[in-house]
């Protein structure tokens, strides 16, 4: 599990590099925040 948050973070973090507007940073943040509340969804079970 902490091997997936780590990774998930990281892939937000490239994601953020990538990204010149606020408004995409925004998204990113968001979509980062998505993958991890659904990896603990899937993994509470």
């Not at 902490?2 to 973070?9: K, N, S």
């Amino acid at each position: 599990m902490t091997r997936l948050i780590a990774l998930l973070l990281f892939a937000s973090t490239l994601g953020l590099t990538a990204c010149h507007t606020v408004e995409g940073a925004g998204q990113d943040i968001s979509k980062g925040g998505q993958a991890i509340s659904n990896s603990a969804e899937r993994h509470s079970d």
